[in-house]
């Protein structure tokens, strides 16, 4: 018996890889990070036991919980893995991308549980593609960064945002909702235009609620409920509106967002600070 690390996709139970499908469907234990993924979880047993480790919201007289800190979920997973059962540690997207399964691994690893993985589709490809948005074209982009846009004192380091901009490519942000106004600021500090085109995808792939909406890095897409994906660069401008169940708009002058320039910056005559009016300049 052992531990699988599943990625599931963006969240729609069709887009689960044969292997992936198989997996849930002779589980013993699934173990998820949130309600949203419950269509993918349906696919297990009845029998099988569901344990939730990440954030629930307040629902009427259940109070809200907080997600189970991730050294808690890789002792949980562990403590699983020595049961003798099928363990599906189920995660959105891909399990090695922005997801903490590598950590997870590391820790099976580490306390000798056999596990394996099956990749899933990153939403950082998934929600641009249901949005109409190739993250390649050749004459538009060669390269393409995958962000995760949360800060989190683990992380390695700071981004270097100068080597970022000059790549000139396609950059995805995932896990950055909270902090697109300060990564737009610091694009535009290390030099992209302010007039680099900006999607936000909201919800990708579920019908009735996946939202795009398209603005620049001077002049950002309001804040969406999540999850949201961002794309920064020329195919951000791309629509080739495939998906009947969502919509696409263009940010209101009214409604845009401002960057925030990098704390100890001093706007220069060629990257001043965005303003509001420039906002509008943007989208007259």
Partial sequence: MTVHLIGAGPGDPDLL?????????TADVVVSDRPSSDPVVALAPERAERVLVGKVPADGDVPARRALPQDDVCRL???LGGTGREIVRLKSGDPFVAARGGEEALALQAAGVPFTVVPGIS????????????VHVRQLSRVVTVLAGNSDPEYPGEIDFDA?????????????RSRIRRIAGSLIAAGMAEDTPVAAISAAGRAGAQAT?????????????APVTFVIGAVAALDLAWFVGGT?????PDDALTPVPPAGTTPSADHPTPTAEGARRAHP
């Fill in 17 to 25: 890889t044969v292997r992936a499908a198989e997996l849930l469907r």
């Fill in 77 to 79: 997973l562990v403590e």
């Fill in 123 to 134: 939403a950082g490809f998934a929600a641009p593609a249901f949005a109409g948005i190739p």
């Fill in 164 to 176: 970022l901009a000059r790549l000139d490519g396609t950059i995805v942000v995932l896990t950055g």
């Fill in 213 to 225: 909406i398209r603005g620049t890095l001077a002049a950002l897409p309001p804040r969406l409920p």
């Fill in 248 to 252: 696409a708009s263009t940010v209101s």
